[in-house]
């Protein structure tokens, strides 16, 4: 179905009340039709009134709609809506309730022979009482209404100087609708959405008419609200009720399989044409029916919620799984307090403890904060809604615990149980550095292809490199082992485009968005034989010294470990290959690698290290000392206790530059040789190696940090 066809439905196209039998959701039409049979064969000899009661959204109007729909083919009924909406204290609804009778009898001449020959003098009779009954003449709010009815005839506009009495008039109308063939029936809605006092007005107004012969009133109220309104100076609101209304008819309640079949109905058409994210079948019964179908009672809640749901998923796109907005979107629409409960409690809700039984007071002060958000929803669906949406709190009501694995399934998936896809909800805007979820899936779906991952990664811009790879972690598991080696290869080639500077404090370095999807890869190889082969295939397709070597650090003897992934006859065989690899390397091969002095540093032997000769020859080449001069660089953060500025102090890693280079005058030769080339243009002085060549000047001239 396209948009288009969509347009057309009345589950979403808004909560206006239906006018045809064809969008008649709930079946109504058979109840419309047997109301407009008993108003058709009642006795009117001295009126009626019949109310059509029901709750707010229940499909009043909706009904009065059908009902008038089956009066209007019945030749001897003439049907006039008033609207009460239009006047405001009793003078107004007493001159426009007539006026406006007059005016739509006046329209039936034209309409029904039935009423051809009466209608003028009824009108002209409706117009005169109404003038004897109240002294205004002009409504502001119904100007067009009584201007046409009093051009009725020539004869009105001198009706209101001969002022007969009211029982006169009264007498002659009565006369004039007793020899009415037909009925007239006046339909008045929304009764209840009046003001108390105009209420009363109102139903004061049908009780002294309510005898008119041949008229039969169809009233539309809630009940409860209508008895509440007469309530009061000594009268009891139902009982004054009971006097007016003759038949009585309430608009039955939606079952709950209506409601259910309407809401999936709706959220299906709603969101069809609409580019969104995930579906989880596995969560999408639990949450349809704990939280998502308890929160609706009628067809107008329903309406109104899709309405929302469709605006709410253009704007929010693939970033939110399909099960978590449909949610949300019924919370807000249906309980905003609970909905912004939820949002001023976002750490409560979404973070996961850092280690399994840990307690450092964290339940017993979030437990209440907890249970105050599962009070503002309706009973048993608060608890649903944070079993289901907000799993790591279940650690307050359930002591079930989650951990970061789970919070990485939560963001893949794009659950709002990650803070990250819940804020992304609530402002519809994505973090600096996070990619949009489509990126990941395309990296994700290429991962069984070694060409295809490299051109889905080529694909994503720099600055969102390390969210990917971030994100790509919980897609790992289903890697199949053929596949590990290539998808390790194409991940160590992107260390180039990672960042090289620090974000602050806490930050482990870019690194670690390569290092960690490497090292989950490399731990699902469980036999040694098969991790031994695929490390060396990995080192022998690299071209990268220090991925290289990241990814010996990775997989052999790591520090304060005893775990190792490859055998150590093959570590010992891979530092020996790439120490040579380095040691034989040309200028051209060096002047480009990534933290080019820590890869020479820690390739090299600690007697090596401390030789008094330079590690590598090519260390003087201009521009292989620029990329040492600039991987040298570090910054350090510091910040005083009570404030929030950081104080950042940039440093040179001095000492170990002077290790590679074996002696502080070939250090200042190689700068100084490469100091012409930085003029000339022919080495760029990006922003690095220029904060790196004032440090070298300071250190030069025996400055050192004072933490030194």
Request: with cysteine; charged share 25%; hydrophobic share 40%.
């Given at each position: 179905?396209?948009?288009?066809?969509?347009?057309?439905?009345?589950?979403?196209?808004?909560?206006?009340?239906?006018?045809?039998?064809?969008?008649?959701?709930?079946?109504?039409?058979?109840?419309?039709?047997?109301?407009?049979?008993?108003?058709?064969?009642?006795?009117?000899?001295?009126?009626?009134?019949?109310?059509?009661?029901?709750?707010?959204?229940?499909?009043?109007?909706?009904?009065?709609?059908?009902?008038?729909?089956?009066?209007?083919?019945?030749?001897?009924?003439?049907?006039?809506?008033?609207?009460?909406?239009?006047?405001?204290?009793?003078?107004?609804?007493?001159?426009?309730?007539?006026?406006?009778?007059?005016?739509?009898?006046?329209?039936?001449?034209?309409?029904?022979?039935?009423?051809?020959?009466?209608?003028?003098?009824?009108?002209?009779?409706?117009?005169?009482?109404?003038?004897?009954?109240?002294?205004?003449?002009?409504?502001?709010?119904?100007?067009?209404?009584?201007?046409?009815?009093?051009?009725?005839?020539?004869?009105?506009?001198?009706?209101?100087?001969?002022?007969?009495?009211?029982?006169?008039?009264?007498?002659?109308?009565?006369?004039?609708?007793?020899?009415?063939?037909?009925?007239?029936?006046?339909?008045?809605?929304?009764?209840?959405?009046?003001?108390?006092?105009?209420?009363?007005?109102?139903?004061?107004?049908?009780?002294?008419?309510?005898?008119?012969?041949?008229?039969?009133?169809?009233?539309?109220?809630?009940?409860?609200?209508?008895?509440?309104?007469?309530?009061?100076?000594?009268?009891?609101?139902?009982?004054?009720?009971?006097?007016?209304?003759?038949?009585?008819?309430?608009?039955?309640?939606?079952?709950?399989?209506?409601?259910?079949?309407?809401?999936?109905?709706?959220?299906?058409?709603?969101?069809?044409?609409?580019?969104?994210?995930?579906?989880?079948?596995?969560?999408?019964?639990?949450?349809?029916?704990?939280?998502?179908?308890?929160?609706?009672?009628?067809?107008?809640?329903?309406?109104?919620?899709?309405?929302?749901?469709?605006?709410?998923?253009?704007?929010?796109?693939?970033?939110?799984?399909?099960?978590?907005?449909?949610?949300?979107?019924?919370?807000?629409?249906?309980?905003?307090?609970?909905?912004?409960?939820?949002?001023?409690?976002?750490?409560?809700?979404?973070?996961?403890?850092?280690?399994?039984?840990?307690?450092?007071?964290?339940?017993?002060?979030?437990?209440?904060?907890?249970?105050?958000?599962?009070?503002?929803?309706?009973?048993?669906?608060?608890?649903?809604?944070?079993?289901?949406?907000?799993?790591?709190?279940?650690?307050?009501?359930?002591?079930?615990?989650?951990?970061?694995?789970?919070?990485?399934?939560?963001?893949?998936?794009?659950?709002?149980?990650?803070?990250?896809?819940?804020?992304?909800?609530?402002?519809?805007?994505?973090?600096?550095?996070?990619?949009?979820?489509?990126?990941?899936?395309?990296?994700?779906?290429?991962?069984?292809?070694?060409?295809?991952?490299?051109?889905?990664?080529?694909?994503?811009?720099?600055?969102?490199?390390?969210?990917?790879?971030?994100?790509?972690?919980?897609?790992?598991?289903?890697v199949p082992s053929e596949a590990i080696q290539s998808t390790v290869t194409v991940l160590l080639e992107v260390f180039p485009r990672l960042?090289?500077?620090?974000?602050?404090?806490?930050?482990?370095?870019?690194?670690?968005?390569?290092?960690?999807?490497?090292?989950?890869?490399?731990?699902?190889?469980?036999?040694?034989?098969?991790?031994?082969?695929?490390?060396?295939?990995?080192?022998?397709?690299?071209?990268?010294?220090?991925?290289?070597?990241?990814?010996?650090?990775?997989?052999?003897?790591?520090?304060?470990?005893?775990?190792?992934?490859?055998?150590?006859?093959?570590?010992?065989?891979?530092?020996?290959?790439l120490r040579s690899a380095i040691t034989s390397a040309p200028a051209t091969a060096l002047e480009s690698e990534r933290d080019l002095l820590?890869?020479?540093?820690?390739?090299?032997?600690?007697?090596?290290n401390n030789s008094g000769l330079p590690l590598i020859e090519t260390a003087e080449s201009p521009r292989v000392t620029a990329q040492l001069?600039?991987?040298?660089?570090?910054?350090?953060?510091?910040?005083?206790?009570?404030?929030?500025?950081?104080?950042?102090?940039?440093?040179?890693?001095?000492?170990?530059?002077?290790?590679?280079?074996?002696?502080?005058?070939?250090?200042?030769?190689?700068?100084?040789?490469?100091?012409?080339?930085?003029?000339?243009?022919?080495?760029?002085?990006?922003?690095?190696?220029?904060?790196?060549?004032?440090?070298?000047?300071?250190?030069?001239?025996?400055?050192?940090?004072?933490?030194?």
């Open positions: 179905m396209s948009e288009a066809d969509n347009i057309g439905s009345p589950l979403v196209s808004g909560d206006d009340p239906i006018t045809r039998e064809q969008d008649d959701l709930l079946n109504r039409t058979p109840l419309a039709a047997a109301i407009a049979e008993e108003i058709a064969g009642m006795n009117a000899e001295n009126g009626g009134v019949l109310a059509i009661t029901g709750k707010w959204g229940t499909g009043k109007t909706s009904l009065i709609n059908l009902i008038a729909n089956k009066l209007e083919q019945n030749e001897a009924i003439r049907t006039i809506r008033f609207n009460p909406w239009f006047f405001s204290g009793t003078d107004q609804l007493m001159e426009f309730f007539f006026t406006e009778l007059a005016s739509q009898l006046q329209e039936t001449e034209r309409k029904s022979k039935r009423f051809r020959k009466k209608s003028v003098s009824m009108a002209d009779a409706f117009t005169r009482y109404s003038a004897a009954l109240s002294p205004l003449k002009f409504i502001p709010f119904a100007g067009t209404a009584l201007g046409a009815a009093q051009g009725i005839s020539s004869g009105v506009s001198q009706a209101f100087g001969q002022r007969a009495s009211v029982h006169e008039q009264r007498t002659e109308i009565i006369e004039s609708l007793s020899k009415l063939t037909g009925r007239i029936v006046v339909l008045i809605d929304d009764i209840d959405r009046l003001s108390q006092r105009e209420i009363r007005d109102l139903l004061r107004l049908v009780r002294l008419n309510g005898s008119f012969p041949r008229i039969i009133y169809v009233l539309c109220f809630d009940r409860a609200v209508v008895e509440t309104a007469l309530d009061g100076e000594g009268i009891d609101g139902a009982a004054y009720l009971e006097k007016i209304v003759r038949t009585s008819v309430e608009v039955p309640p939606a079952t709950d399989e209506s409601i259910a079949d309407l809401l999936i109905r709706g959220v299906t058409e709603c969101l069809r044409d609409i580019p969104v994210g995930p579906l989880d079948e596995s969560r999408w019964a639990d949450v349809f029916w704990q939280v998502v179908r308890p929160l609706f009672t009628t067809l107008r809640e329903i309406k109104r919620f899709l309405s929302s749901l469709s605006l709410t998923a253009r704007s929010v796109g693939e970033e939110v799984g399909i099960v978590d907005l449909v949610a949300l979107e019924a919370i807000r629409v249906q309980h905003p307090r609970a909905y912004d409960a939820i949002f001023q409690n976002v750490p409560l809700l979404t973070e996961v403890q850092s280690s399994f039984g840990r307690d450092d007071g964290a339940r017993e002060r979030n437990t209440p904060a907890l249970q105050s958000i599962i009070d503002l929803f309706p009973a048993s669906v608060g608890k649903s809604a944070i079993r289901l949406l907000f799993p790591a709190a279940q650690l307050y009501t359930e002591n079930v615990w989650h951990g970061k694995d789970s919070q990485q399934a939560w963001k893949r998936d794009r659950r709002v149980a990650h803070a990250q896809i819940l804020r992304y909800y609530r402002h519809l805007e994505l973090p600096e550095g996070t990619a949009p979820s489509v990126q990941v899936q395309m990296v994700a779906h290429a991962i069984d292809s070694e060409e295809g991952l490299r051109d889905a990664l080529s694909r994503v811009p720099d600055e969102h490199l390390e969210d990917v790879l971030d994100r790509l972690l919980a897609h790992l598991v289903s960042r090289v500077e620090s974000k602050g404090f806490f930050d482990p370095g870019a690194d670690y968005a390569v290092l960690r999807p490497v090292l989950k890869l490399m731990e699902q190889v469980e036999d040694e034989e098969d991790a031994d082969r695929i490390a060396r295939g990995v080192f022998d397709a690299g071209n990268s010294f220090y991925a290289r070597l990241r990814f010996i650090e990775l997989v052999g003897a790591r520090e304060n470990s005893q775990t190792r992934i490859i055998s150590p006859e093959l570590e010992v065989e891979l530092r020996e290959r820590r890869t020479i540093v820690r390739v090299f032997s600690q007697e090596e001069l600039s991987s040298g660089l570090t910054t350090t953060r510091r910040q005083t206790v009570g404030s929030v500025q950081v104080h950042r102090e940039d440093r040179l890693a001095w000492d170990t530059l002077l290790l590679v280079y074996g002696s502080e005058s070939r250090f200042r030769g190689a700068v100084a040789q490469m100091q012409p080339l930085i003029n000339a243009g022919e080495i760029e002085l990006h922003d690095r190696l220029f904060r790196a060549l004032k440090l070298f000047d300071k250190y030069s001239s025996g400055w050192r940090p004072e933490d030194f």
